[in-house]
């Protein structure tokens, strides 16, 4: 079959020198920073000078607390509390109470789940999406919207990482459904609203489907290959892998291979996967480095040695290139 196939393999790591060269994508600006600016032009719109002073306070607080969460968690927990003691010191009108109680509550589930506390993050997840969808649905915060949905991809993490590999596949598959507007909703931290996603920029939609697609990616490569097929089934629950409807073109190639190459159709597989090295890793690297890492493993008996030993010297430069996929990025090392 390897012979068959052997100018397809030759074709697939040529595309993959080309596709390496190709610049990185750099966002112009970082969705957290142009969500902090549309947040306070609405709150100037909506809110008193006192509010808005005192929730950017409790903001600030919490940033450090986020900040600091790996490092120290007991300072992070401490500069929570404080934030909390700034909340009750001052009789916040509601929606401000909503808000500052979301900073808080995102900042506590984040230190939760980088202790491994996966119950207490996500319990603390699910009221600060409470929190911001009165605020989305309600009060005209129609910029926490993609907020939300990253609130919930979160929420999809801990699942994974509390070993809940199938929940937290299928709420990604959920996520990404919504996102290509194949469902008009999503299992939690409802209400949703479609028009409220459209009015969204697209270029942060899209990197919020790589991001999604990036974590289905990286669950199903952590385990064995029958049971990578059922979590990948599983993504598709809401019909995310309808690469018809897929909103993001690469993220529909990057299912279209990684499904040939997790049924053994090795054709397909590698001619998917040559146009798909071929364009970088431009938004989408962790499925880039998938993609990789998955014709190492497919054709690792054809593998030229020039491009495995080539392919394992450039991954140790490749800062951002996941845990779970450097094992076969390096795959040279192995060879006897």
């Known amino acids: 079959m390897l012979t068959d196939t052997r100018p397809l393999i030759d074709s697939a790591f040529c595309a993959y020198r080309v596709g390496a060269d190709v610049p990185r994508y750099v966002p112009q600006c970082t969705s957290d920073k142009l969500l902090e600016r549309q947040l306070w032009v609405v709150m100037r719109s909506r809110t008193a000078e006192i509010d808005r002073t005192v929730t950017r306070k409790i903001a600030g607080v919490c940033s450090k607390a986020v900040d600091n969460a790996r490092k120290d968690p007991s300072e992070a927990r401490q500069l929570v509390s404080h934030a909390e003691v700034i909340e009750a010191s001052h009789p916040l009108l509601y929606e401000a109470r909503l808000l500052a109680g979301s900073f808080i509550f995102a900042a506590k589930g984040y230190i939760e789940y980088v202790c491994s506390r996966f119950d207490a993050a996500e319990s603390c997840m699910q009221l600060c999406l409470a929190n911001e969808a009165i605020l989305d649905n309600n009060f005209g915060y129609g910029c926490l919207h993609l907020r939300r949905i990253h609130l919930a991809e979160n929420i999809a993490k801990v699942y994974i990482r509390a070993g809940r590999l199938a929940d937290g596949v299928n709420l990604a598959g959920n996520l990404l459904a919504y996102l290509n507007g194949q469902e008009e909703t999503i299992a939690i931290g409802g209400p949703w609203s479609l028009e409220r996603l459209v009015e969204q920029e697209n270029e942060l939609v899209l990197e919020k489907c790589a991001s999604i697609a990036a974590l289905i990616a990286e669950a199903i490569a952590g385990v ?76 690792s008996e054809g593998i030229p040695d020039e491009f495995s030993a080539e392919i394992a010297a450039k991954a140790e430069y490749w800062a951002d290139v996941p845990k779970v996929f450097r094992p076969a990025l390096g795959r040279s090392n192995l060879k006897g």
């Open 224 to 299: 064995d290959k029958e049971k990578a097929r059922f979590l990948f089934d599983v993504t598709n629950n809401f019909g995310a892998r309808n690469l018809t409807q897929c909103r993001f073109v690469r993220i529909g190639a990057w299912f279209k291979l990684t499904e040939a190459y997790l049924y053994n159709d090795l054709r397909t597989f590698l001619e998917v996967t040559e146009d798909f090295l071929r364009q970088g890793r431009l938004m989408t690297s962790p499925l880039w480095y998938s993609a990789l890492a998955n014709l190492l493993q497919c054709v």
